[in-house]
C-alpha cells in the first residue's frame, strides 16, 4: 500500500517513490542472495535510483541505461551509471553476483536476449532477479491503460488524439506485450539457471499462489518478478 500510494505521487514527487522502491527492492533481493560485498549489476536503472540503496547495503553497484536523457533525468550524472544496452551487455561472461533489472523488460524489443544476456553476465551460483509489468496487467499499457486491453496500437492512437502527444511508452517502439506465462517458460527452459521463484512483486506473501493460475496471474500479478540462480 506505502508503494502505490507514493506511485500515485510518481509525477509529483519522483524522488520519493523511487526512494520507496529501490529500498524495498534492495531488501527483497537481499532476501535471496547477501548484498554486503556482492558486485549488482542494474540493467536499465534510468539516472541510476537504486544506487543509493544497493550501497548502502554494502554492494557495489554498477548500473547500466540506453537512453542518455535518462541517465541525466536527475540532474547530475550518476558515475556509476553507463550508457549501454541490456540486449549487449559490455560486461564479461560470469562477473557479477547479482543482475538485476526492474520494470525493463517489458521496453525492450527483443526481452529474451536481454533475460539471455543478464544470465550470461552473472557467475555460476550467481542471482539473476528480474521484474516487468505483465501486458495483461491492469498496468500493461502504462499510461495509455486501460486501453490496451483493446489493442497496443489503438490505446498509443486513442491517447495521441486525447493528449495531442505521443506517450512515453510507444506501443512498439518503447512498450511491448511480454506475458508471465511466456516469460515463466523461458526461465524453465534455460539450462543455465534455476527458477528459485516467480512471484507477484508488489503483493504481498500470501498472494503468491496468483502466478501458479494461468490467465489469471496475467492480469493479477501486476508486476512479475523472477528469481534466477545461475548453474
Ligand atoms: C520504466 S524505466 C525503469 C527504471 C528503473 N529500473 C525502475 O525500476 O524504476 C525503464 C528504463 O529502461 C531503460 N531501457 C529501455 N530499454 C533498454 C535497453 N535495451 N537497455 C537498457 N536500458 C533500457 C529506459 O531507458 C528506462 O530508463
Redesign the pocket.
Given at each position: 500500500m506505502r508503494l502505490f500510494r507514493a506511485f500515485r505521487g510518481e509525477q509529483s514527487d519522483r524522488d520519493r517513490f523511487?526512494r520507496i522502491?529501490a529500498d524495498d527492492?534492495a531488501r527483497q533481493v537481499a532476501s535471496y542472495a547477501p548484498l554486503a560485498g556482492a558486485t549488482v549489476l542494474?540493467?536499465?536503472?534510468?539516472p541510476g535510483?537504486?544506487s543509493e540503496a544497493f550501497s548502502a547495503a554494502g554492494a557495489t553497484y554498477l548500473g547500466?541505461?540506453?537512453?542518455r536523457r535518462?541517465l541525466s533525468a536527475r540532474g547530475t550524472r550518476d558515475e556509476r551509471m553507463i550508457l549501454?544496452?541490456?540486449?549487449d551487455l559490455p560486461v564479461s561472461t560470469g562477473s557479477v553476483d547479482i543482475c538485476f533489472?526492474?520494470?525493463?523488460l517489458e521496453?525492450?524489443?527483443r526481452p529474451w536476449r536481454?533475460l539471455a544476456e543478464m544470465v550470461r553476465v552473472t557467475k555460476r551460483g550467481g542471482t539473476v532477479f528480474v521484474?516487468f509489468t505483465p501486458w495483461w496487467s491492469p498496468w500493461g499499457g502504462h499510461e495509455t491503460s486501460p486501453w490496451h486491453f483493446l489493442g497496443g496500437h489503438y490505446a498509443r492512437n486513442r491517447y495521441l488524439r486525447r493528449h495531442g502527444a505521443e506517450p512515453k511508452?510507444r506501443f512498439g517502439e518503447?512498450l511491448f506485450p511480454v506475458g508471465v506465462g511466456p516469460a515463466l517458460r523461458w526461465a524453465r527452459n534455460c539450462e543455465e539457471v534455476t527458477l528459485v521463484h516467480a512471484l507477484p512483486r508488489y503483493h504481498p506473501w500470501w498472494a503468491t499462489w496468483i502466478v501458479r493460475i494461468p490467465l489469471v496471474r496475467e492480469i493479477a500479478s501486476w508486476n512479475l518478478a523472477l528469481v534466477l540462480r545461475k548453474r
Open positions: 523511487y522502491l527492492s542494474d540493467v536499465g536503472g534510468g535510483y537504486f547500466l541505461d540506453r537512453d535518462e549501454a544496452s541490456g540486449t533489472s526492474s520494470n525493463v521496453h525492450v524489443d536481454m521484474s511508452n518503447s
